[in-house]
T-cell receptor, first 112, second 111 residues
Framework: DTEVTQTPKHLVMGMTNKKSLKCEQH?????MYWYKQKAKKPPELMFV???????INESVPSRFSPECPNSSLLNLHLHALQPEDSALYLC???????????FGPGTRLTVL | GQNIDQPTEMTATEGAIVQINCTYQ??????LFWYQQHAGEAPTFLSY????GLEEKGRFSSFLSRSKGYSYLLLKELQMKDSASYLC????????????FGTGTRLTVIP
């Protein structure tokens, strides 16, 4: 298995909802990442997990909460989001923090 | 901080060669990556340079000059499916070795 999978592909939620994005990889990678990408902009790093420990939190609002239950799974819990949080959320993984990153197909999130 | 510049848009003809440039300024350069991203899809890894010189991979080549803070991606024998955004990303030691992406170059291949 040489891919990163993400669910759901699309998500529409209201500002009072609680939802979660899921990411999975079975390549034995020990670093996993969440990025946010707005239209026609580059991906912006949100969180990095290295060996299942949160190593980077790029000043992301607390309404985004990451979780790494094990080395293959990465979740992003969403609560009380704002319309400006609408974007493509990309998960990526790499063998370790120094190797190339492989991206999942993303979850397109719309906040109403 | 990191400053990564790429042209916003380029157009080239099917079968031709195109060179996409990237200049960067970082305090702890530790490698440069090129990614391809089709509209609405995830970025896919193309190439990696950490030492000066040219890396060749089929129709794609990438060059790095660390002293000039400069890289380019060369695409040969262009095909229509090469129409996409090409992202230059720099790994920065002073930024915990994370990737910092340029704004991307949107390449349009015309018949």
């Amino acid at each position: 298995d040489t891919e990163v999978t993400q669910t759901p592909k699309h998500l529409v939620m209201g500002m009072t909802n609680k939802k979660s994005l899921k990411c999975e990889q079975h390549m034995g990678h020990r670093a996993m990442y969440w990025y946010k990408q707005k239209a026609k902009k580059p991906p912006e790093l949100m969180f990095v997990y290295s060996y299942e420990k949160l190593s980077i939190n790029e000043s992301v609002p607390s309404r985004f909460s990451p979780e790494c239950p094990n080395s293959s799974l990465l979740n992003l819990h969403l609560h009380a989001l704002q319309p400006e949080d609408s974007a493509l959320y990309l998960c990526a993984s790499s063998q370790d923090p120094f190797n190339e990153q492989f991206f999942g197909p993303g979850t397109r999130l719309t906040v109403l | 901080g990191q400053n990564i510049d790429q042209p916003t848009e380029m157009t080239a003809t099917e079968g031709a060669i195109v060179q996409i440039n990237c200049t960067y300024q970082t305090s702890g350069f530790n490698g440069l990556f090129w990614y391809q991203q089709h509209a609405g899809e995830a970025p896919t890894f193309l190439s990696y340079n950490v030492l000066d010189g040219l890396e060749e991979k089929g129709r794609f080549s990438s060059f790095l000059s660390r002293s000039k803070g400069y890289s380019y991606l060369l695409l040969k024998e262009l095909q229509m499916k090469d129409s996409a955004s090409y992202l230059c990303a720099v790994r920065d030691r002073s930024g915990a070795n994370n990737l910092f992406f340029g704004t991307g170059t949107r390449l349009t291949v015309i018949p």
